[in-house]
């Protein structure tokens, strides 16, 4: 029987974010495979064909344009009611008010983006 991999999704419009945190995850040797995703709309379609009984991690940015890292929390938790899915919101922003509506729509946590390669990886 073939294992299963854990996966962990990133939702990040900005390609400089998606390899940082993609070299980071590579030098951490987790056992999880990692899709990287540009798009609050890719991300939503994704959701659409995955399985569902597969743990999975979800950073996903909050400000994208068009559809937005809240938009695509809310659309997970109304869809998938399933604790398989740990939800951050992975952002440059501080504000107690974003950090607000992340927990009040469902997030499991918020990460402000870190300055530096090494932070990223701790």
């Known amino acids: 029987m073939e294992k299963t991999l854990k996966k962990i999704i990133l939702v ?3 390609p400089d974010d998606r390899d940082i945190f993609s070299d980071a995850f590579q030098n951490l040797k987790l056992q999880a495979e990692l ?4 798009s609050g709309h890719q991300f939503m379609d ?8 597969i743990p999975t991690i979800v950073f ?8 937005s ?4 929390l809310k659309y997970l938790r109304e869809k998938i009611a399933d604790t398989n899915y740990f ?4 952002s440059t922003s501080a504000s107690e ?3 607000e509506k992340a927990y009040l729509l469902g997030a499991n946590g918020y990460l402000k983006k ?3 390669f090494r932070q990223l990886q701790d």
Not at 69 to 72: E, N, Q, T
């Open 12 to 14: 990040d419009d900005d």
């Open 35 to 38: 899709l990287l995703l540009e």
């Open 46 to 53: 994704y959701m659409e064909k995955i399985d569902l009984a």
């Open 60 to 67: 996903l940015d909050l400000n994208m344009p068009i559809i």
């Open 69 to 72: 890292g809240l938009d695509c």
């Open 87 to 90: 939800v951050t919101i992975y």
């Open 97 to 99: 008010r974003d950090m």
């Open 114 to 116: 870190p300055t530096g």
